[in-house]
């Protein structure tokens, strides 16, 4: 039985689910860096 | 807020070694699916991303009620998490989803019950975040969130039934042998296990992004405390 060659549709599948995931924990990461400095700046100012 | 505990550091770690395991899983040690071909490789994280949306819409849910219950400022904060986590992952649910269409129906879309809901699904939660963002008051905004990711929860058991309810060209894989479902997928023991390997292993991933994303929230909180103190 001949099996389809879909590999191209395998490597899109796995960069369409992966990439959006590496960018949301960069996003969580950056978003914690950012609200750290919030944080500070503000009880500064208190 | 305390330094980042330890168990969130070795979640990390864990979370990491097992996704390397089940892509291995996944790639390698389950055999090619002779029908599709590798595309079928795709599905065991597409159901896997998919469990983990709705993990995080329940936790909305049940985090909505804690919150109508207590009062308690957490509860909000644990909600918005779970909402923001599930969004994310239902997204990419849907997005790997068009990819194996493609590959197996010969169309990136097509309208039929799972894709329906599970795209309703999806705007009704991306317009929890878009109201909660309208709302100034936190405790209006808080009450808001609780009543409408209880309501809006709904949709989560209706995207999962629907290829059980309706007839569907969408493969029905937990009790293929359902009636109301077209078509059924039978895995090999292989293909089982990496199935409920990447199953374990999004959800450890999934408890892990929930805790980072609710530490966020609670900082978020802080901020929004300072500013009012300063205000006043």
């Known amino acids: 039985m001949n099996i389809p060659d879909t590999t191209d ?38 | 807020m305390k330094e980042k505990p330890i168990g969130l550091t070795i979640l990390n770690v864990i979370s990491v070694i097992l996704l390397g395991i089940s892509l291995y899983m996944s790639l390698v040690f389950a055999p090619v699916e002779v029908n599709m071909g590798n595309v079928q490789r795709i599905f065991y994280t597409h159901v896997s991303v998919g469990w983990l949306g709705m993990i995080g819409f329940l936790l909305a849910l049940v985090a909505g009620i804690l919150y109508l219950v207590t009062g308690k400022k957490r509860w909000d904060i644990i909600g918005v998490a779970g909402v923001e986590v599930g969004l994310v992952f239902c997204f990419l649910n849907i997005i790997s989803g068009s990819v194996w269409a493609k590959a197996t129906w010969n169309t990136w879309w097509i309208w039929e019950p799972r894709l329906i809901t ?9 317009a929890y975040i878009m109201l909660r963002q ?53 895995m090999t023991d292989n293909m089982q296990k990496a199935f409920f390997f990447a199953l374990f292993t999004f959800t450890v991933i999934g408890v892990t992004l929930l805790w980072h994303r609710i530490r966020l929230g609670f900082l978020s909180d802080k901020i929004e405390q300072l500013k009012m103190k300063m205000v006043e």
């Open chain 2, 134 to 186: 309208s709302i100034d008051e936190p405790d209006r905004r808080a009450r808001f969130g609780a009543i409408y990711a209880i309501v809006g929860f709904v949709s989560v058991p209706l995207t999962f039934l629907s290829i059980r309810i309706w007839n569907t060209i969408h493969p029905v894989v937990i009790a293929s042998g359902d009636a109301g479902a077209d078509t059924g997928m039978n």
């Open chain 1, 9 to 46: 549709f395998m490597i899109l599948g796995f960069t369409v689910i992966f990439v959006p995931m590496i960018i949301y924990v960069i996003s969580l990461a950056t978003r914690y860096k950012k609200y750290k400095a919030d944080i500070i700046y503000l009880e500064n100012e208190e």
């Open chain 2, 118 to 126: 599970a795209t309703i699904m999806e705007l009704i939660y991306i």
